[in-house]
């Protein structure tokens, strides 16, 4: 009897590994790209908003929401668009979510798998969570290139 047993279980080993490696295929497909990023701050006595919004094709463009009016500013390259990338991959769940203004705020908004993610800061009795700031100065040291 033990022999039997231990014969089925041989057989079908390999059917258990044929099956892991391609559930372990089908789960490694590589996660989608944010679509173009947009951050800056806004608030104070005016409301005015100042925006920086950059594309898929690494152009950097400035909007004042005051002046109406759109600037091209700069252009990076793809790899430095991929860091961006993998930055706002790296933050959690929690950080993605994140959604307390005050009367002087900033933001990092961008989409997912047609999921609008906006994330806000400002309010001091909330203060943001890990890797929000780190970004958002990432990608001011861009612009000030």
Not at 15 to 22: G, M, P
Not at 23 to 28: F, K, Q, R, V, Y
């Amino acid at each position: 009897m033990q022999f039997c047993l231990r014969t089925k279980t041989n057989s079908m080993k390999p059917i258990l590994c044929i099956f892991l490696i391609i559930l372990n295929i089908s789960n490694c497909s590589e996660p989608k790209d944010f679509n173009e990023v947009r951050f800056g701050e806004g608030g104070g006595f005016t409301g005015a908003i100042t925006e920086y919004q950059i594309k898929t094709n690494g152009e950097i463009f400035l909007n004042k929401s005051l002046e109406k009016i759109q600037n091209k500013i700069t252009t990076i390259d793809k790899s430095e668009m991929k860091r961006i990338q993998t930055k706002l991959a790296n933050l959690s769940n929690e950080a993605l979510k994140f959604n307390h203004p005050f009367k002087l705020y900033y933001f990092i908004e961008t989409e997912k798998e047609n999921e609008k993610i906006r994330i806000v800061w400002g309010d001091p009795a909330f203060p943001e969570p890990s890797g929000i700031k780190q970004l958002y100065d990432y990608l001011q040291k861009i612009i000030n290139k």
